[in-house]
């Protein structure tokens, strides 16, 4: 560099920038938080039991809490193959690579050129006749040298653009720890709603076989002159019946099954889970103070960053008033013979500044103005609309966790009863006390009970995974600055 621009030339240009930076100013108002309305606690926390597994939460493996390792490598293939959860990563390497494009307009840009050119200029052969002279020659001409140039950010421009770009990168990484977290609480619900649904198809199974021999009995009784063929034809209906529940089931399980499988990234029918008779247990779960929430979730994370982005286009926006100062500065060598080119008398540079300014846009300006604070404005609307659909999602589960807690009580007792009540009118059947009827409507209604047991269980062990996923998934908004978004490759 120092053989083509004098040092002169190259002293110049940065005393210039470097006047120019430090007495630069940034256009725009800074970032302060949106006023939110804020409850100092949770209306439904009232009573609930708080535990406090914080080494699993804040690792982040949340889903741990139900102890059950086909789960958790289920949940580990979700991360690692999942393509909603691939296309957010995406996204997110896309604006990384946004701010590092914005960083570099804070530096000179340099680029290089060289030519070489060949031309020629004569009289015709007329010409020379008339006036008796002819004139003819070719010329050549090299040059090779290097060109830099250098926006000063007087105004901030350049600097609210990467402020920015830099909030809509942690915006985008926010949003793919959202898409994770979604995606994992589908999953955990199903596969805990799926084990729900085996202890029902055991149950079943198990009424089946119950029915079956009920059956057999009465149609032996029947041949016997004990009891009429009306028992009989009601014994065939309540096990055929309870059959097409059986085999209702099975669809269904299936279908959760196929949803798994989407959700881990393989093709339905590469994804087979065992039958397993065993339903997780319920556990107790964390609770954090509603201001809390704002570092937790991630969502209320990325809608704060849009508003941090709207906040600093507004400052892009106000700078266009004021003019562009380009520091350009050019050197290089220039001769009509290639063989001396690069020499001390061929030398050229060139170095000064470039002031432009619009004069007139006939409001142009002041509409990219307006645009850039309305759109503040909605990001803040959208932010303080997060951050109060939060409290709700929290409040809604955490009633509902509560509700049903206090309703598979009461079925719990109601089951208990139809148990009961099954078995006093069984030992009346043998007695010939009552009819088959009698018998079936009980068992009926002692299959009913147990099955909305199973339901109500079901139905808190995906209350449980709602409430950790509303109150953030155990993510923390400090993970925005070590940006661990990485390509599924690099995993």
Sequence with gaps: MSQLFSKYALRQLALVGMAFSLGACTLGPDYQRPALPMAAEFKQAEGWKVANPADVLERGDWWRLYGDAALDALVGRLNVSNQNLAAAEAQYRQARALVMGARSQLFPSVGNSAGATRAGQGSSSSSTALTGSSFSGISENYSVGLDAAWEL?????????????????????????????SLQSELVQTYLRLRVMDEQQRLLNQTVEAFARSLRLTENQYRAGIVPKSDVTQALTQLRSTEAQAIDLQWQRAQME????????????????????????????????PSQLLERRPDIASAERQVIAANAQIGVAEAAWYPDLTLSASGGYRNSSFTDLISLPNRFWSLGPQLAVTLLDFGGRRADLEAAEANYDLTVANYRQTVLDSFREVEDNLVQLRVLAAEAVVQRQALEAAQESLRLIQNQYRAGTVDFLSVATVQTSALNNERTYLTLLGDQLAASVQLIAALGGGWEEAQLDFEPVLKASER
């Design 258 to 289: 196929h949803a798994i499988a989407v959700l881990v990234g393989v093709p339905p029918a590469e994804l087979n889970i065992a039958e397993r008779d065993e339903i997780p247990e319920l556990p107790l779960l964390p609770l954090a103070l």
């Design 153 to 181: 950010d007087i105004w901030g421009r350049l600097r609210r653009n990467l402020e920015a770009n830099r909030a809509n990168m942690q915006a985008t990484a926010a949003d793919v720890a959202a898409v994770r977290l």
